[in-house]
Every structure is written in C-alpha cells, then in structure tokens.
C-alpha cells in the first residue's frame, strides 16, 4: 500500500498506511503524498478532512482520491487558500458546507465536475473572501442550496446558469452576502418550499 505523508507542526515527516482519511491534526503544514488514502466525510467521525485545519497549509500536484461526500472538508479551515484545480469531483454526490468558514479561500472552482453532485447547502458559507466564478457548475441535480452563500461577504458572481428546477430549500441563501447583487430572473423556484430569510441583509441585493 502506498503511504499518506505529511508534516505538521510538531511532526517533521508522518508516514501513514491507510485507505481513508477524516481527519488531519489540526496543525497541518503540508501533504507531501496522498498515497492510496481517500479524503472525504464520514458520518460517524463528523468531520471533514482538513476541519479546523489551522495554517495555509500545501497540498500535492498530484489528485487525491475523493470519496463521494466531501461535508466540511475545508469546515473553519480559516487560512487556508491553495489552489485545488487537481481535484476530480465527477462522482461527488455531497458538497454541503464543504468550504464553510474557510474565510482565506479565493481560488477558482471552474474545475469542479458537479453533476452528481445533490447537495450544496452551506458550500461556501462564511467563506469571507470568495469571488470566483461559479458558472461552470451544474446544478442539475441539487435539491438543497440553503445557506450556499451565507456571509459569503465578497462575492458577486453570477448564477444565472443555475438549474434550481430540483431545488427545494433557499433557506437564507444569499444572506449576509453583503456585496451581491446578480439577476436571479433565470431561477426555477417551482420546487422550493423554503426561502425563509433568503436575502437577510444582503445589503447590496437590488434585482427584481
């Protein structure tokens, strides 16, 4: 088996043999090698692989292995804003609050293969400094994007290309997105059955 290595803080090399991996200490400065380990969620660890990962840390040119549901894989992981272009999501099912309070992250998401992907609920919350480009995604098979971009404070791109036809939560969607401020005209909203505080101060929010 090929080994998952790392450095951390307290550790200059970590040599690991393991299939999956849910959790890196939280101080983590860089992955050499991702080996034959998958990253991802796993309901019973309730965390995210790099949750409340605490530095920008470096990840490998080399793709990782994803699993399907790739929760709060950057959940808090506050500094970090690598770029993750590597990544191969045709097969991810689950996004939710996948950068949540990730407040560095500005990378671009272009790559991102997202149709399998079911729920988006949360994906970029709090991620403070986030302004990419999210035209590429396809949302044709989303049913949740409640809290999507919640306090996403800099972001203003537009989602014009968004299928919303199997959407049926917006729950607070845009709130606190203070500076966006993009034509939502094209957004099938016959499914939706909760827009409950979908523009809270979202300050900047002038479309009809």
Request: aromatic fraction near 14%.
């Amino acid at each position: 088996m090929n080994k998952l290595i790392y450095r951390t803080e307290s550790h200059a090399r970590v040599e690991v043999e393991t299939e999956e991996v849910y959790w890196f200490p939280q101080d983590l400065l860089e992955v050499y090698a991702w080996g034959d380990a998958k990253i991802g969620y796993k309901e019973e660890e309730r965390s995210g692989s790099f949750e409340d990962c605490r530095h920008n840390f470096v990840l490998p040119k080399e793709a990782p292995n994803l699993h399907t549901d790739l929760s709060c894989l950057f959940r808090d992981a506050h500094k970090f804003d690598q770029s993750i272009s590597n990544f191969d999501t045709s097969k991810v099912t689950n996004m939710d609050h996948m950068f949540y309070g990730a407040k560095s992250f500005n990378r671009s998401v272009k790559v991102f293969d997202t149709s399998n992907v079911i729920r988006m609920d949360g994906l970029f919350s709090n991620a403070r400094a986030f302004d990419q480009s999210v035209s590429s995604f396809d949302t044709s098979n989303v049913t949740h994007m409640n809290h999507m971009f919640y306090g996403a404070h800099s972001f203003n791109r537009s989602v014009e290309n968004f299928d919303t036809s199997k959407v049926t939560n917006m729950n607070r969607m845009f709130q606190d997105a203070i500076s966006f401020n993009q034509s939502l005209a094209n957004f099938d909203i016959s499914k939706v059955y909760d827009m409950e505080y979908m523009f809270l101060d979202a300050k900047a929010f002038n479309q009809r």
